[in-house]
């Protein structure tokens, strides 16, 4: 098998109430960890994955529900997946992209924080599994997955410029957490790059197989499966904006990003995907 399950140690200080710390063993490439819990979405208000002292993936477990939704993948009570690997790619190269890589002497670990229960809950149950493959001789890309919060203090059009950005990054999706956006336009360098109303971004997402999400404005460049070759750069000379229109004053909007990182982009083959 070129991808296999395989189960990892106990987590170490899980319990209603506390934070739970898995050291994830280095070798293998990840493509997905998976949660085996008793514990429900909203149970889980913080998970991150850290590799050598930086936070790579911050989200919830509601997230972990929404990201999984949108790319119309079933559910199963008490299976929560946290994605490396792209599944909805439309090509192996695709799919593996942006699979974590370990290389040795990386120090990686699953940190969740567990919302606090009732003393008589039934203890909380969980285990870690991960879809594996063989080991690589280095890491070319680091998948990540984080939170950014842009401001909205207006009706009508709210500009956002301030999203990380490196001639090394580039976007996957962006997850704008807000119910009355009805609009994104983004303007790279004064060059516009893209202008959609929800209803067009809905529609293009419906088509290719992607189900959007109640809450949510999904930016998907990625969206018809070529998940290398339309990604969205980040780099720019002078500026990067994204314009949302609202139709009320958010006060400011959550964004749910994910991104990758070139680690050594000498090593990048071409080749669509």
């Known amino acids: ?33 998976v949660l085996e819990t008793n514990a429900d979405a909203q149970d889980m ?7 050598n002292a930086e936070e790579i993936y911050v989200l919830t477990g509601e997230e972990l529900l929404m990201l999984e939704r949108y790319k119309r993948r079933d559910a199963t009570s008490g299976h929560f997946i946290i994605p490396f ?22 120090n990686i670990h699953l940190d969740i924080q567990f919302r606090n ?10 285990q870690v599994h991960a879809w594996v493959s063989n080991a690589q001789a280095m890491r070319v890309v680091v998948p990540l997955v984080k939170r950014e919060t842009m401001p909205a203090n207006a009706a009508g059009v709210n500009e956002f410029t301030n999203l990380i950005a490196s ?31 929800k209803f067009i971004a809905e529609a293009n997402a419906k088509r290719n197989e992607r189900t959007p999400q109640s809450g949510y404005f999904h930016f998907d460049p990625i969206v018809r499966g070529f998940s290398i070759d339309e990604l969205f750069p980040t780099q720019h000379s002078s500026n990067l904006k994204f314009s949302v229109t609202t139709e009320d004053v958010p006060g400011s909007i959550p964004i749910l990003v994910e991104s990758v990182r070139l680690e050594r982009p000498e090593k990048l083959q071409g080749g669509a995907a």
């Open 1 to 33: 098998m070129s991808v296999k399950p395989i189960k990892l140690n106990s987590m170490v200080g899980a319990a209603w109430g506390q934070k739970g710390t898995l050291p994830i063993p280095n070798g293998p490439t990840y493509h997905e960890l």
């Open 85 to 106: 690997s792209d599944v909805v790619a439309r090509t192996k190269n695709g799919v593996r992209y942006t699979g974590l890589v370990t290389e040795l002497g990386d």
């Open 117 to 126: 229960k009732r003393a008589d809950a039934d203890p909380l149950t969980i």
């Open 167 to 197: 001639p090394l990054i580039s976007i996957r999706r962006m997850h704008f957490m807000h119910d009355k956006i009805t609009k994104l336009e983004i303007e790279r360098d004064f060059v516009k790059e893209f202008e959609a109303n």
């Open 45 to 51: 208000t913080r998970i991150s994955i850290t590799l």
